[in-house]
T-cell receptor, first 114, second 115 residues
Framework: GESVGLHLPTLSVQEGDNSIINCAYSNSASDYFIWYKQESGKGPQFIIDIRSNMDKRQGQRVTVLLNKTVKHLSLQIAATQPGDSAVYFCAENISGGSNYKLTFGKGTLLTVNP | AAGVIQSPRHLIKEKRETATLKCYPIPRHDTVYWYQQGPGQDPQFLISFYEKMQSDKGSIPDRFSAQQFSDYHSELNMSSLELGDSALYFC??????????????FGQGTRLTVV
């Protein structure tokens, strides 16, 4: 659902299920996208990235899909585990500047139930 | 493996005081980035440095300044602190500016509380 004020969108799944976290990005000129995982009290942790010349990229248990037409990014986590519980952020960047001058989207809180 | 080190981890200041946050990048990383994350908010880019020169500037208030030193560590100086400055401040470092496939690593952050 939509986030309002301090309330994050939330996704609750059962252990072993697949999770899909969605993100709408704002700038059509963005050409580099990253998904980060942030656990409570910790810094963002890199999960996977994708450049705009691709529409899909796979990592270990994670897949990122990019739809430039509708400016939409998704993160798929296979066989979700309790350790995956965290806030997930997508971030966008425009080439030509600092690689990590990132614009972060609103996070999604993923809760994995054992 | 060495990570990005930030100090202090926690800091409590009163309104109108000053604060200095420090960031020690991963060895051989030449670029540092500062982000501010308010409670329940997404991180907001403040400023970045490459080879001791400011490379990009984001939503950093005029009351804040930062620099990168010869050993590549960076300091974020915050003056005339306001209650709204209470946030987590993250530093990230990467190797080489404008280079593909250079992942940035974030530190654990400094939690600043202004009372």
């Amino acid at each position: 659902g939509e986030s309002v004020g301090l309330h994050l969108p939330t996704l609750s799944v059962q252990e072993g299920d697949n999770s899909i976290i969605n993100c709408a990005y704002s700038n059509s000129a963005s050409d580099y996208f990253i998904w980060y995982k942030q656990e409570s009290g910790k810094g963002p942790q890199f999960i996977i990235d994708i450049r705009s010349n691709m529409d899909k990229r796979q990592g270990q248990r994670v897949t990122v899909l990019l739809n430039k037409t509708v400016k939409h990014l998704s993160l798929q986590i296979a066989a979700t585990q309790p350790g995956d519980s965290a806030v997930y952020f997508c971030a966008e960047n425009i080439s030509g500047g600092s690689n990590y001058k990132l614009t972060f989207g609103k996070g999604t809180l993923l809760t994995v139930n054992p | 493996a060495a990570g990005v080190i930030q100090s202090p981890r926690h800091l409590i200041k009163e309104k109108r005081e000053t604060a200095t946050l420090k960031c020690y990048p991963i060895p051989r990383h030449d670029t540092v980035y500062w982000y501010q994350q308010g409670p329940g908010q997404d991180p907001q880019f403040l400023i970045s440095f490459y080879e001791k020169m400011q490379s990009d500037k984001g939503s950093i208030p005029d009351r804040f300044s930062a620099q990168q030193f010869s050993d590549y560590h960076s300091e974020l100086n915050m003056s005339s602190l306001e209650l709204g400055d209470s946030a987590l401040y993250f530093c990230a470092s990467s190797h080489s500016y404008r280079t593909d496939d250079t992942e940035a690593f974030f530190g654990q952050g400094t939690r600043l509380t202004v009372v």
